[in-house]
């Protein structure tokens, strides 16, 4: 074929080419993905001696605790895209300084274990990390501000990420031991208005997709993500989401803020409430979850707990998760931490990102969603 003939045919193939490579972003929701995350993302497990002691004597207890995964920006950089964070509120600094762990290994005689947390800084106010008080306190990273400081700073080294969901686990209950525990500071209105000027501390307003953003002129947060959806992917990419778990701080949370007004956090809500687009159904089941996301909703479930089904590798729960459309799935053991009998949650593919497979239209599916 004659080189002036070819030309034209071989522009229209390349430009096919690309746009074929390329998803229309505007035409994608940000809520029409999939994406995994991790379970107690800033869990450094349990150290060697009092893992000794709580083999010993909670043997069962021990096992759906013993997981532990990388610093929080080896996770990301792995692939994934949604952090949990379990935070406790330390107005004064201290609270969770001395916890009683090493004392119980020292009284059973064994070697001390590294220390716990960076040079006094569990001595500072402001929310600190850990699962439990006392028992499971080791975080890779501390404090609360410190863990964002690590995901914005990944964040910022990679701004073609889609959003990066941030869940807190907001915690004030007291452990019922036989040896003294601290008893954690109550969550009041005023902890949670700190918690929102901690996170802006770190990321800037426009650096989070924040209710007011989804709400626009929408009378309620619910009618917006019901009637008119959540923002696209070009809008939310490169940003994050804050998300909290606990249903039980969302009076107080929503307090002086209706519907979620000037807060940073979606709430975990029921659905029809004014403040409801993101909703945790942890065990499923899957035709509700697909429900749920059919109607709008950002839901978050779960491939696994307490190490059960990595023990046994047994995929059905992991499976279920996958196929029913919730956008947030969380595992202890994302592909980069398998468990020991193979167990492991990716998306086909080994992607950080997915069409989601309930609600994805036809703009998806083009080219890669994560960058």
């Given at each position: 074929m004659p080189l002036p003939r070819l030309l034209p045919l071989t522009i229209a193939v390349l430009g096919l080419t690309a746009c074929a490579t390329k998803a229309p972003e505007s035409a994608v929701a940000m809520n029409q993905i999939q994406v995994i995350g991790t379970h107690n993302s800033y869990h450094a497990g349990i150290a060697p001696n009092e893992a000794v002691l709580w083999k010993e004597t909670h043997p069962e207890q021990y096992a759906a605790l013993d997981y532990r995964h990388q610093p929080l920006a080896a996770q990301l950089s792995a692939g994934v895209r949604q952090v949990e964070l379990d935070i406790f509120a330390d107005s004064k600094?201290?609270?969770?300084?001395?916890?009683?762990?090493?004392?119980?290994?020292?009284?059973?005689?064994?070697?001390?274990?590294?220390?716990?947390?960076?040079?006094?800084?569990?001595?500072?106010?402001?929310?600190?990390?850990?699962?439990?008080?006392?028992?499971?306190?080791?975080?890779?990273?501390?404090?609360?501000?410190?863990?964002?400081?690590?995901?914005?700073?990944?964040?910022?080294?990679?701004?073609?990420?889609?959003?990066?969901?941030?869940?807190?686990?907001t915690k004030e209950e007291a452990l019922t031991l036989p040896f003294p525990t601290v008893t954690p500071e109550a969550l009041t209105p005023g902890s949670l208005d700190a918690l929102d000027r901690e996170i802006l501390s770190v990321f800037k307003a426009d650096e989070i997709v924040t209710p007011d953003a989804v709400r626009g002129d929408a009378v309620t947060l619910n009618a917006a993500i019901r009637m008119r959806g959540w923002p696209s992917l070009e809008v939310a990419r490169g940003k994050v989401v804050f998300l909290l778990d606990q249903k039980r701080v969302t009076a107080r949370y929503l307090e002086g803020h209706p519907?979620?007004?000037?807060?940073?956090?979606?709430?975990?809500?029921?659905?029809?409430?004014?403040?409801?687009?993101?909703?945790?159904?942890?065990?499923?089941?899957?035709?509700?979850?697909?429900?749920?996301?059919?109607?709008?909703?950002?839901?978050?479930?779960?491939?696994?707990?307490?190490?059960?089904?990595?023990?046994?590798?047994?995929?059905?729960?992991?499976?279920?998760?996958?196929?029913?459309?919730?956008?947030?799935?969380?595992?202890?053991?994302?592909?980069?931490?398998?468990?020991?009998?193979?167990?492991?949650?990716?998306?086909?593919?080994?992607?950080?990102?997915?069409?989601?497979p309930v609600t994805a239209g036809d703009g998806c599916g083009m080219g890669p969603l994560d960058r």
């Open positions: 600094g201290g609270l969770y300084a001395h916890p009683a762990g090493p004392g119980l290994v020292a009284k059973a005689g064994l070697p001390a274990d590294p220390p716990f947390a960076p040079h006094h800084v569990m001595d500072k106010p402001g929310f600190k990390v850990l699962h439990m008080e006392d028992v499971d306190y080791r975080s890779t990273c501390q404090p609360f501000t410190a863990c964002l400081a690590d995901i914005r700073a990944w964040s910022q080294a990679h701004p073609g990420h889609v959003p990066i969901f941030i869940l807190i686990e519907g979620l007004k000037g807060r940073v956090a979606f709430t975990n809500a029921q659905p029809g409430d004014a403040d409801a687009a993101f909703i945790e159904m942890n065990d499923g089941p899957g035709d509700a979850i697909t429900a749920l996301v059919r109607q709008g909703y950002l839901v978050r479930t779960r491939s696994d707990a307490d190490t059960k089904e990595a023990r046994a590798n047994d995929t059905r729960r992991r499976d279920m998760a996958l196929g029913s459309g919730a956008q947030i799935i969380s595992t202890d053991y994302p592909a980069s931490e398998p468990a020991g009998s193979g167990f492991a949650v990716s998306l086909p593919g080994g992607v950080a990102a997915r069409c989601n």
